[in-house]
């Protein structure tokens, strides 16, 4: 079984925030990556590189394409994090060692990779068995969906009422599991705080403004960012581009005051380990 990471000197003093943007879409690259840029904040995304090369077909809800060698060559050049998601979006190994050759291949990796499970679940493997198979190819990190607590009873009451009644005080009790505490981290079980297109910016920043102070760590997990100008942009997957201004906003008022610090994942990790 697998153990967690402790340590007892950390540098981490304030609330830190990860953006983390699955499958490589183009609309990451167009819209949110175009976005974070004026705002002087950096991502991770986590690549199906079948889709970028084409070899990828099926088809991803709430995408209209993938992003291009180019388009990720400049994201990290600007310091994003290129991090893997399979090859053709499954949890096996072989197909895990195929993207991350492509990555190496693209120039995308310079030392360790990351790695985000496709679905946020290993389906192929026996999650132990995969772990320890990161853990021998040096792996720095696996990242999964929400913690399990959230799909307890109590959990789904607060998910349903948050999304029927808006309830910032429901929003913040479901999601309370999807912080990590930086000095007790299981790097191999990184949990996230999924966005989809029902989800209010305004309990987003009150969910991080209720977490000032305290010396956490929570990655939120993004697909696509909709714009109203496709016909894919009603996909549950998809955020109002506006919503998405608003958050990045909200992110680098309290950068600048102090109040948080916005890192890519393998930055995160690079500091606990």
Known sequence: MRKDIRRDEFDMDKLTVTLSFDDGRRDTYTKAYAIM???????????????????????LSGSTGAMTIEDLTEMKRAGWEISSHGDQHI??????????????????????????????????ENEDDFVRFLQNNEIAYM???????????????????????????????????CFMNPENVDKYNLVSAVIRCEDKVELVTDLLQHHIGKKEWIIFMLHGIADGESEVDNSPWCWDKQQFTVFCECLKRLVDEGSIEVRTIMNVISEIE
């Not at 840029?37 to 088809?59: A, E, M, P, S, W």
């Not at 995308?108 to 790695?115: C, D, L, P």
């Not at 990242?143 to 959230?150: L, N, S, V, Y």
């Not at 009451?157 to 429901?170: E, G, N, Q």
Request: glycine share 10%; charged share 30%.
């Open 37 to 59: 840029q004026k705002y002087n904040l950096l991502g991770t995304v986590h690549v199906i590189t079948g889709y970028v090369d084409g070899t990828f077909t099926r088809k």
């Open 91 to 124: 949890t096996e190994k072989k197909d895990f060692l195929k993207s991350v050759k492509k990555l190496e291949e693209w120039g995308m990796i310079e030392g360790k990779v990351g790695f985000s499970i496709p679905g946020s679940k290993i389906v192929y």
């Open 143 to 177: 990242r999964g969906g929400r913690d399990k607590r959230c799909y307890k009873i109590l959990s789904k009451i607060r998910y349903v009422l948050y999304h029927v009644f808006h309830s910032k005080l429901c929003y913040r009790a479901f999601h309370r599991y």
